[in-house]
Antibody, heavy 118, light 107 residues
Framework: EEQLVESGGGLVQPGGSLRLSCAASGFTFSNYWMNWVRQAPGKGLEWVANINQDGSEKYYVDSVKGRFTISRDNAKKSLFLQMNSLRADDTAAYYC????????????WGQGTLVTVS | DIQMTQSPSSVSASVGDRVTITCRASQGIGTWLAWHQQKPGKAPKLLIYAASSLQTGVPSRFSGSGSGADFTLTISSLQPEDFATYYCQQANSFPFTFGPGTKVDIK
């Protein structure tokens, strides 16, 4: 069964750092683009970043460029999001999500981890 | 960046109703569009990809259509488990963007 399990969320002060992890199982992790998507409390979905299969291509939404870094370890079937210089408006549930087989839409979602900046 | 809009923002409907949600992109995106369903307190779930392809395991009462800039998600006969918020997502160019969501609730 396909599974994505996020960890690393929590409470952090403004200006602080946090590293999110996502453990994948049930599919060939190295075959897929991977994404981070966030959702502020009571708000809609916001795509944050993604990374291609071998980690050579990375893309970010403007609001996190220079502060967040996405990375992956295919041997460990893991995705990461290093978040620095955190701000109150980064408060959200962060979802790890697999890309599609035939396109780069978000095809499968983890359960999310909550990051609170306060 | 490509902006996504959805209409309506919310709709009240009854079990058995036909429900149609519209998504519009600020520029043409071909068929690089997905639809996701999210229930309260849960992670989203992919319903439709490539504008009209049904994700495995999704009931056939869900369908998608459109290309270019205008897309629709149709639920042919609303079921109790379909009350949720629906989001469109473009995957044509970075940064990927989601629509603001359409909440389907009970009339």
């Amino acid at each position: 069964e396909e599974q994505l399990v996020e960890s690393g969320g929590g409470l952090v002060q403004p200006g602080g750092s946090l590293r999110l992890s996502c453990a994948a199982s049930g599919f060939t992790f190295s075959n897929y683009w991977m994404n981070w998507v966030r959702q502020a409390p009571g708000k809609g979905l916001e795509w944050v970043a993604n990374i291609n299969q071998d980690g050579s291509e990375k893309y970010y939404v403007d609001s996190v460029k220079g502060r967040f870094t996405i990375s992956r370890d295919n041997a460990k079937k893991s995705l990461f999001l290093q978040m620095n210089s955190l701000r109150a408006d980064d408060t959200a549930a962060y979802y790890c999500a697999r890309g599609g087989t035939t396109g780069n839409w978000v095809a499968f979602w983890g359960q999310g981890t909550l990051v609170t900046v306060s | 960046d490509i902006q996504m809009t959805q209409s309506p923002s919310s709709v009240s409907a009854s079990v058995g109703d036909r429900v149609t949600i519209t998504c519009r992109a600020s520029q043409g995106i071909g068929t690089w569009l997905a639809w996701h369903q999210q229930k309260p307190g849960k992670a989203p779930k992919l319903l439709i990809y490539a504008a009209s392809s049904l994700q495995t395991g999704v009931p056939s009462r869900f369908s998608g259509s459109g290309s270019g800039a205008d897309f629709t998600l149709t639920i042919s006969s609303l079921q109790p488990e379909d009350f949720a918020t629906y989001y469109c997502q473009q995957a044509n160019s970075f940064p990927f963007t989601f629509g603001p969501g359409t909440k389907v609730d009970i009339k």
